[in-house]
């Protein structure tokens, strides 16, 4: 089974601190994405990233920044957490259809880790 | 990406099936209908997706009207474990964005 996993369930953090959350698959996927979910605001995608070192904004890209260093792995910053920063962030990763120009499409099946609910006091 | 319209919750009793239902009338030719649902505390998971022709797999089926405007995700025997936020999601399938907008919460009851 692929298995996406996020280094930490539960954070607390102080306005200001710089916090890594951490996301790791073990299906070589090319696609990884960082989502955060809000009640009543549904998942809203941050960034997400179609190769090693290579990343695109999504729709709240601000206050965050990513890093892909390797290919299972794709990291989430805050360089300097805040109060509306607090969330569920839930990461995920996918494959590249076979065949499809690449960097266009994938599948659209996505793999999700359990998430990080992240708490910034 | 075209915007879908489900309901905000639905109830179903344990053994029958759950038909959620999602509208999409202004999706587009190249766009597919993807359907994830999302149990408490967890992060989304897939269960299916189609283009024009009805699609069934081990979860669910999904039935996609001629026109392509509405769609329905049958769930064939609801068991508790099916107790969950239910996505309907339209999408070309490029490779950002999958919306999710707030889904319909799924209650199944004994």
């Known amino acids: 089974d692929v298995k996406v996993t996020q280094s930490s369930r539960y954070l607390v953090k102080r306005t200001g601190e710089k916090v890594f959350l951490e996301c790791v698959q073990d299906m070589d996927h090319e696609n990884m994405f960082w989502y955060r979910q809000d009640p009543g605001l549904g998942l809203r995608l941050i960034y997400f990233?179609?190769?090693?070192?290579?990343?695109e904004k999504g729709d709240i890209p601000e206050g965050y920044s990513v890093s892909r260093e390797k290919k299972e792995r794709f990291s989430l910053i805050l360089e300097s957490a805040s109060t509306n920063q607090t969330s569920m962030y839930l990461c995920a990763s996918s494959p590249i259809d076979p065949g499809q120009i690449k960097y266009v499409r994938n599948t659209g099946e996505l793999f999700f880790g359990e998430g990080s609910r992240l708490t910034v006091l | 990406d075209a915007k879908t319209t489900q309901p905000t919750s639905m109830d179903c009793a344990e053994g029958r099936a759950a038909n959620l239902p999602c509208n999409h009338s202004?999706?587009?030719?190249?766009?597919?209908v993807y359907w994830y649902r999302q149990i408490h505390s967890q992060g989304p998971q897939y269960i299916i997706h189609?283009?024009?022709n009805n699609e069934t797999n081990e979860m669910a089926s999904l039935i996609i009207t001629e026109d392509r405007k509405s769609s329905t995700l049958i769930l064939p025997h609801a068991t508790l474990r099916d107790t969950a936020v239910y996505y309907c999601i339209v999408s070309s399938g490029t490779a950002s964005k999958l919306t999710f907008g707030t889904g319909t919460r799924l209650q199944v009851t004994l």
């Open positions: 189609g283009l024009k």
């Open positions: 202004t999706i587009s030719g190249n766009e597919y």
């Open positions: 990233s179609y190769d090693v070192k290579m990343k």
